[in-house]
């Protein structure tokens, strides 16, 4: 591992150690394969602009307000080199967001495979589960159903689960997503 990632996983670790100390937030953590949307989303849910969105080379954290909820989202990238770190990073995570491009089938089996070793992660027991079908404006975009059917939610029994079609572009269904958060987390908060 090179010095810059070290380095990088290194600032990861103290930001993980001053979030945990806020005990009062919710947080979560966005993950998904590399182009899924995840960066867009979360600069949607901050209310900024997303027309000039980059590929997150390491990671980005957003305290968002919601319904009176002050949720930190830890969006950490997607390519294939960074996400043999993705464990280190779950502990005390309170809600799992993963971010699906509806438009790239011929990775839907590798996101399923990522998606199904995350859920089985200790830290992870138990843990809601938001599934965002991203880019469901283009007219390649398989249904949430279809990508609800093909990463196997149904077997997913020992947490509530949803997916939730959207266009992170747009904003379509981004709310309904939270919606679905603020309802089904600030309960198991207080």
Known sequence: MGGVQKGLLSLIEELKRLEDLDAQGIRIVLLGLD?????????????????????????NIKSVQSQGLKLTVWDIGGQRAIRSHWKKYLGS????????????????EETGQELAGLVEE????????LVFANKQDLLSAAPAADIAEGLNLHTYRDRIWQIQACSAISGEGIQD??????????TKKK
Not at 122 to 129: E, N
Not at 177 to 186: F, L
């Open 35 to 59: 182009n899924a949307g995840k960066t867009t989303i979360l600069t949607r849910l901050a209310l900024e602009d997303v027309s000039t969105i980059t590929p997150t080379q390491g990671f």
């Open 93 to 108: 995570t309170d809600l799992l967001i993963y971010v699906v491009d509806s438009t790239d089938r011929k990775r839907f």
């Open 122 to 129: 200790d830290s992870l027991l138990g843990v809601p589960l």
């Open 177 to 186: 997503g939270m919606n679905w958060i603020c309802k089904n987390i600030a």
